[in-house]
C-alpha cells in the first residue's frame, strides 16, 4: 500500500513538473512573441520618421520649385498641398485594402510563424 502511495506522489511530482513546465514554456513563447513585435514596431516608427523628414523637405523643395515655374510662392505650396489632398483622400477611399489588410497579414505572420515552422519540420 505504502509502494501504490509512493508512485502516486511522485506521478503528481511529474505531473506538477510538467504543468509548471509547460507554463513556463508559454510564458517565454509569449514574451519572445512580443519582443519580435515590439523590435518591428520599433524599426517601422524609426523608419516612419525618417521618410517623414525626407517627404517634408522634398515638398518644401518642390514647393518653391513649382512658385518659380509659376511665379509665386504660395502657387507652389497650394498646389503641393493639392497633391497632399488628393494622395489623402485617395489613401482614405481604399485603405482597408492598402493598409488595413497588409498589417494584419504581417501582423499573423510575425505571430505565427514560429508555429508554421515548426509545423514544417514534423
Do not use: C
Not at 498641398?81 to 510575425?110: E, F, H, K, S
Amino acid at each position: 500500500m505504502e509502494e501504490t502511495f509512493a508512485k502516486v506522489e511522485e506521478l503528481s511530482a511529474h505531473v506538477k513538473e510538467y504543468v509548471n513546465n509547460r507554463i513556463a514554456s508559454v510564458k517565454l513563447g509569449a514574451a519572445e512573441k512580443s519582443s519580435i513585435v515590439a523590435a518591428n514596431i520599433i524599426a517601422v516608427a524609426i523608419a516612419v520618421v525618417i521618410l517623414s523628414f525626407f517627404v517634408l523637405f522634398g515638398s518644401v523643395a518642390l514647393a518653391y520649385v513649382l512658385s518659380k515655374w509659376t511665379g509665386e510662392i504660395y502657387w507652389g505650396f497650394l498646389i503641393v498641398a493639392g497633391i497632399y489632398l488628393l494622395t489623402g483622400v485617395l489613401v482614405w477611399l481604399t485603405r482597408g485594402r492598402l493598409l488595413r489588410l497588409p498589417i494584419m497579414n504581417a501582423m499573423v505572420q510575425l505571430l505565427f510563424k514560429e508555429d508554421t515552422e515548426a509545423d514544417e519540420e514534423n
